[in-house]
């Protein structure tokens, strides 16, 4: 499987060795993120919200710009990990995260930790699952191919104005482990 790195726009560089998010295969995993994530300049000279609300939500916009980079949404995390400095904050950031998540919220890990800067009370890292062309091609395959090998593409007004050597090559390529899809 391929390994992408996603530096999504509006994001700053990452303070260390270490990338913004990186897919792999149809999974996105998205390294810590805090409410300076967007803040460019040296790392100790951001100017970071006073409050776990605005906190909270900075924090989920940055993981929802990596998760659009990568071509999904915030409904596709499936798992986050919140780091939280005070436990006393816990019920006012997850009403912050509850307007994230309305339906079918992620698996969610939440502990105490200090983190790398004295006033930033959370850092969360998340991992979605990218709904890539398979599952799309999985619905439309049995009208795409007819039995000898020749596509009807006219039978699929939904895909009418699609180029067909694009949708036939996400098909095989969905279908063949050794190809990977296009970014």
């Given at each position: 499987?391929?390994?992408?790195?996603?530096?999504?726009?509006?994001?700053?560089?990452?303070?260390?060795?270490?990338?913004?998010?990186?897919?792999?295969?149809?999974?996105?995993?998205?390294?810590?993120?805090?409410?300076?994530?967007?803040?460019?300049?040296?790392?100790?000279?951001?100017?970071?919200?006073?409050?776990?609300?605005?906190?909270?939500?900075?924090?989920?916009?940055?993981?929802?710009?990596?998760?659009?980079?990568?071509?999904?949404?915030?409904?596709?995390?499936?798992?986050?990990?919140?780091?939280?400095?005070?436990?006393?904050?816990?019920?006012?950031?997850?009403?912050?995260?509850?307007?994230?998540?309305?339906?079918?919220?992620?698996?969610?890990?939440c502990f105490r930790a200090e983190v790398m800067r004295d006033d930033i009370l959370v850092e969360i890292e998340a991992v979605a699952f990218r709904r890539a062309v398979r599952e799309f091609t999985a619905v439309y395959m049995s009208p795409l191919l007819a039995p000898n090998g020749h596509d009807r593409m006219s039978d699929l007004s939904p895909l009418s104005g699609v180029k067909r050597k694009s949708v036939f090559g996400a098909v095989r390529a969905a279908f063949d482990p050794q190809r990977t899809l296009p970014p």
């Amino acid at each position: 499987m391929d390994k992408r790195i996603i530096q999504p726009k509006g994001m700053a560089e990452a303070v260390g060795p270490f990338s913004r998010a990186v897919l792999i295969g149809d999974h996105l995993h998205i390294a810590g993120t805090t409410a300076l994530s967007h803040v460019s300049g040296d790392y100790y000279d951001r100017s970071v919200p006073g409050t776990i609300e605005e906190q909270t939500r900075l924090t989920l916009d940055n993981i929802q710009k990596c998760v659009e980079a990568a071509g999904g949404n915030m409904g596709d995390i499936f798992k986050v990990v919140i780091m939280l400095k005070n436990p006393a904050d816990y019920k006012r950031m997850n009403a912050i995260r509850a307007e994230y998540f309305p339906r079918d919220p992620p698996i969610s890990t939440c502990f105490r930790a200090e983190v790398m800067r004295d006033d930033i009370l959370v850092e969360i890292e998340a991992v979605a699952f990218r709904r890539a062309v398979r599952e799309f091609t999985a619905v439309y395959m049995s009208p795409l191919l007819a039995p000898n090998g020749h596509d009807r593409m006219s039978d699929l007004s939904p895909l009418s104005g699609v180029k067909r050597k694009s949708v036939f090559g996400a098909v095989r390529a969905a279908f063949d482990p050794q190809r990977t899809l296009p970014p």
